[in-house]
């Protein structure tokens, strides 16, 4: 984003006064690596470049020729070289790493790496130079109030197609209020005693089969939605609720209230950071700020057979339109943004008092009523 650096993870080391221990993918190098490391020193030399680890090493022969490169040409330590090995590598696809949630082998393979690396990096170096670096500065900690309102319950899908969920986020509906009650979208056959619900991102077109499949549990989502169910979707949630998702040659049904099919497509159709304005018609106590947020999908919505009001106009970034992210119907709102709760965005808050509002009055609070049109 800068071409100064301002952002980067030197940035950073130079701001906290941190060593660097740079890891550098070995494959094809040989003496090549000198004039790479020397770069690194030479280019900012406020970075402390405390040491480097060798990765994808060839074999035992390849590692002492890179070594004694090294040592020959920089005053760099070697404090670790880890051998290519496909049992350590991490499966990635269209939007990256293959999430944890769906991978049933991924404590195996944390395990397995591990227990590679403890053989093969000076473990005890690294803490070393770890401990070099500058104590921190003390700052004032500022806890999360807690409310001492009702609590209410907000379901949050929790599965194979569904696990893209900031902690902290998580953590600030529970300080607002609510109890995290997770589902399943995969098994369950009903929603759970819930006042509220929270589909937040993934990859529900890896999993659109077994979606489909589910169809009592789409039915009772689009039921409670259609009853005035608070409900917030983020990027994969917001394609979970649309009539199908199409991938490739595949297409299956979702949830149906949104009335639109999400279409996968081969490169990104909005990447990278975005900027919102809150629109008159945001639902949860509409502020008109201004919010950063991120997107990163390969879908987009097509044959939207209804008009909607939207809670975000987009400054920066695709979000569902173009101009528009934060489709609303009813008191859903679904968006490709995913946002964070922050000082200057407290979205939790916001709506966990929406759903309490909701709650206490017994009737649905909805503040705009669209027509979906016939789905």
Same mark, same amino acid.
């Given at each position: ?33 000198a004039p790479l490391l020397l770069g690194y020193q030479a280019f900012d030399s406020e970075v402390n470049i405390a040491g480097v680890i060798l990765n994808q090493v060839g074999g035992s022969r390849h590692e002492s020729k890179l070594r004694a ?49 403890a053989q093969q990096v000076d473990l005890h170096r690294l803490l070393e130079i770890a401990d070099a670096a500058s104590p921190l500065a003390e700052q004032e900690r500022h806890p999360v109030p807690v409310t001492t309102s009702s609590p209410v319950?907000?379901? /949050? ?22 109890? /995290? ?75 149906? /209230? ?54 975000y106009e987009v400054l920066r970034g695709t979000g569902i339109t173009g101009q528009h992210d934060g489709l609303i119907y009813k008191n859903l709102l679904a968006c490709y943004a995913h946002t964070r709760n922050t000082s200057k965005h407290q ?29």
């Amino acid at each position: 984003m800068d071409l100064h650096g301002s952002n980067s993870n030197a940035a950073m080391a130079k701001l906290l006064h941190t060593p660097v221990v740079l890891v550098l993918d070995t494959r094809g190098t040989i003496r090549g690596v000198a004039p790479l490391l020397l770069g690194y020193q030479a280019f900012d030399s406020e970075v402390n470049i405390a040491g480097v680890i060798l990765n994808q090493v060839g074999g035992s022969r390849h590692e002492s020729k890179l070594r004694a490169v090294i040592e020959e040409y920089t005053d760099i330590p070697v404090i670790g070289a880890v051998q290519r090995d496909e049992n350590m590598v991490i499966d990635e696809r269209h939007l990256g790493l293959m999430p944890g949630n769906e991978d049933n082998a991924a404590e195996q393979k944390i395990a397995y790496i591990g227990k590679q690396v403890a053989q093969q990096v000076d473990l005890h170096r690294l803490l070393e130079i770890a401990d070099a670096a500058s104590p921190l500065a003390e700052q004032e900690r500022h806890p999360v109030p807690v409310t001492t309102s009702s609590p209410v319950r907000i379901g /949050i899908a929790r599965d194979a197609a569904f696990g893209f969920y900031y902690p902290d986020d998580l953590e600030a509906l529970q300080a607002a209020g609510a109890q /995290i009650v997770p589902f399943d979208t995969l098994h369950d056959s009903t929603l759970p005693d819930i006042d509220g619900m929270f589909i937040g991102g993934g990859f529900p077109e890896t999993q659109m089969a077994s979606l489909e499949t589910n169809r009592s549990l789409r039915t009772a989502i689009r039921d409670a939605i259609e009853m005035g169910m608070p409900a917030y979707a983020e990027c994969g949630g917001l394609m979970y609720l649309c009539r199908t998702i199409r991938w490739e040659e595949q297409q299956n049904e979702m949830v149906g /209230i949104i009335p639109a099919d999400a279409v996968m497509y081969p490169k990104p159709q909005g990447r990278g950071y975005i900027q919102l304005k809150e629109s008159k018609d945001f639902p949860w106590q509409p502020s008109g700020k201004e919010i950063s947020a991120h997107e990163f999908h390969y879908s987009r919505l097509e044959n939207l057979q209804a008009e909607f009001n939207y809670a975000y106009e987009v400054l920066r970034g695709t979000g569902i339109t173009g101009q528009h992210d934060g489709l609303i119907y009813k008191n859903l709102l679904a968006c490709y943004a995913h946002t964070r709760n922050t000082s200057k965005h407290q979205w939790a808050e916001r709506f966990v008092e929406f759903v309490r509002q909701h709650q206490q009055s017994g009737t649905a609070v909805t503040t705009i009523s669209n027509t979906p049109g016939e789905r």
